[in-house]
């Protein structure tokens, strides 16, 4: 079979330039960050994955942000009997070849520069955020609890014995729930 895997890192943005007019039997597509693999669409993927079918993936960014995810989706895919393409490098990688010591070095530094450039996009956010912060303009996210809520909380909180299931009750963290009551 042959699978397109397409992912955008949130839902306001759109997979119309990704793998367009790439044929295939069933498109993955997935709307969650590539920081890590915990991503319901590429683990059904990974799952149905037998040996001879072949991935589709727009580019390498599209697949990991984090080069050792990368590297390991590339080799399981490999050890499975599959083959992978990703469209905007032309890299291949089927096994075919064994392990292309070229393929492996352009896969591993371009993995590299794709972690590099979230790390820069996450270290820009922080500065951004911190001299918003200093000006007071950035005050987080707004709480879910209303004053009364919070009133509300503090009383259960010097009630509570266990404050892990008071916070499970409320669906919070437990770090949260300790900033509530201060």
């Not at 969650?32 to 990974?46: E, F, I, M, Y």
């Not at 050792?68 to 469209?87: E, N, R, W, Y």
């Not at 951004?128 to 259960?156: C, L």
Request: with cysteine; glycine share 4%; proline share 2%.
């Amino acid at each position: 079979m042959i699978f397109n895997y397409v992912r955008v890192s949130t839902v306001s943005q759109n997979t119309e330039r990704q793998l367009k007019d790439v044929p295939c039997d069933r498109e993955f597509k997935e709307h969650a960050s590539g920081k890590d693999t915990n991503r319901p669409q590429l683990q059904l993927l990974l799952a149905m994955l037998r040996d001879g079918d072949h991935i589709n993936i727009h580019e390498l960014s599209r697949l990991a942000r984090n080069t050792q995810d990368l590297l390991t989706i590339v080799h399981d895919v490999v050890a499975k009997g599959a083959s992978i393409k990703f469209h905007k490098e032309n890299l291949i990688f089927d096994g075919s070849k064994g392990n292309d010591p070229f393929q492996q070095l352009m896969l591993t530094m371009l993995g590299a520069i794709s972690t590099f450039e979230r790390d820069l996009l996450l270290e820009r956010q922080r500065e951004g955020i911190a001299i918003a912060k200093s000006k007071g303009k950035y005050k987080g996210r707004t709480s879910q609890f209303s004053n009364d809520d919070i009133d509300n909380i503090k009383n259960r909180f010097a009630e509570s014995k266990n404050k892990n299931a008071l916070a499970k009750e409320l669906r919070i963290s437990r770090s949260y729930l300790y900033q509530l009551v201060a």
